[in-house]
């Protein structure tokens, strides 16, 4: 079964500073890899996704993530957070056999001033 | 930007007692899911509807639950007999083709008495 597993549950971090967070799938196959973000006491919203060609994806807000297939991985990362990116943000994998998003358990970021 | 619109937004619901929750997917989308989120725990797939009919469930998809989009608008998600344990944030999420990113509504929170 397809396995999704971020590393860290919960980051704090200083305005400004950079974050990376970690996310590593299990799957033999292709996957279609996702973040999103979840904001307090909203819904999930999409940051951005690898489908197919360059490993390196732009998103929305500054972020980006990198796929490594060798070590099944999609970490995504900021350069310079902002109080405002303070949120549960999620890794997600799409598999076309399965035709459902697999989540991580997520990673809460705080953004500390 | 058109968005996924969910009602209620939260509902209160005395357990044995039936619950349907609805879903307004943007009128584009062909695919279209439903994923809870229990309090503290990921996200995680229930089914996913295709063509008029389910196309993918989970094994906590039982016959409890059922799903329908009688007039190709509402997609709903109906709970025959609540169980405590059905009390979580049920996000709803419609697509494109099957890779294509999904869009999520805000949730609507269902608490079981």
């Known amino acids: 079964a397809q396995s999704v597993t971020q590393l860290d549950s919960q980051v704090p971090v200083f305005e400004e500073a950079p974050v990376e967070l970690r996310c590593n799938y299990s799957s033999s196959v292709s996957v279609y890899l996702f973040w999103y973000v979840q904001y307090p006491n909203q819904g999930l919203q999409l940051l951005l996704k690898?489908?197919?060609?360059?490993?390196l994806v732009k998103g929305i807000n500054g972020f980006e993530a990198e796929f490594n297939k060798s070590q099944t991985s999609f970490h995504l990362r900021k350069p310079s957070v902002h109080i405002s990116d303070t949120a549960e943000y999620f890794c997600?994998?799409?598999?076309?056999?399965?035709?459902?998003?697999?989540f991580g358990g997520g990673t809460r970021v705080l953004v500390k001033p | 930007e058109p968005e996924v619109t969910q009602t209620p937004s939260h509902q209160v619901t005395q357990m044995g007692q039936e619950v349907i929750l609805r879903c307004v997917p943007i009128s584009n989308h062909l695919y279209f899911y439903w994923y809870r989120q229990i309090l503290g725990q990921k996200v995680e797939f229930l089914v996913s509807f295709y063509n008029n009919e389910i196309s993918e469930k989970s094994e906590i998809f039982d016959d409890q639950f059922s799903v329908e989009r009688p007039d190709g608008s509402n997609f709903t998600l109906k709970i025959r007999s609540t169980k405590l344990e059905d009390s979580a944030m049920y996000f709803c999420a419609g697509g494109g083709a099957g890779n294509q990113p999904q869009h999520f509504g805000d949730g609507t929170r269902l608490s079981i008495l």
């Open positions: 690898y489908l197919s060609g360059s490993t």
């Open positions: 997600a994998v799409y598999k076309a056999a399965g035709n459902k998003l697999t």
